[in-house]
């Protein structure tokens, strides 16, 4: 499955933005679909993930009630909603998709990826 996300921009603190991740190629509804986040010097982190099952989202801590996702099957698309955005909060956000059967935070976990889309939050 190809995934491409887009997006992302440069917005002020307590500000919001809708970050989108298309999808091609693969059975989109079978998939659990993510998203994670890499600032600079930092490693790849967790944010979201929708499961395919179409149960309740599982946020990181760090974004859990700021943030929602969200996802279209009948779109192949899936949405991540950022708001009351931090300086924090700046990274490239990636979107990614796992054939597991279980949802998870481990980026090992996830079988494809997006290109990533920037989002920059001034203070």
């Known amino acids: 499955v190809q995934l491409q996300a887009s997006g992302g921009g440069l917005v002020q603190a307590g500000g919001s933005l809708r970050l989108s991740c298309a999808a091609s190629?693969?059975?989109?509804?079978?998939?659990?679909m993510g998203w994670f986040r890499q600032a600079p010097g930092k490693e790849r982190e967790f944010v979201a993930v929708?499961?395919?099952?179409?149960?309740?989202?599982y946020y990181a801590d760090s974004v859990k009630g700021r943030f929602a996702i969200a996802r279209d099957n009948a779109k192949n698309t899936l949405y991540l909603h950022l708001n009351s955005l931090k300086p924090e909060d700046t990274a490239v956000y990636y979107c990614?998709?796992?054939?597991?059967?279980?949802?998870?935070?481990?980026?090992?976990?996830?079988?494809?990826w997006g290109q990533g889309t920037q989002v920059t939050v001034s203070s």
């Open positions: 190629g693969g059975t989109f509804n079978s998939y659990n």
């Open positions: 990614a998709a796992s054939r597991r059967n279980y949802y998870s935070d481990r980026r090992s976990e996830y079988d494809y």
């Open positions: 929708s499961p395919w099952s179409g149960s309740t989202p």
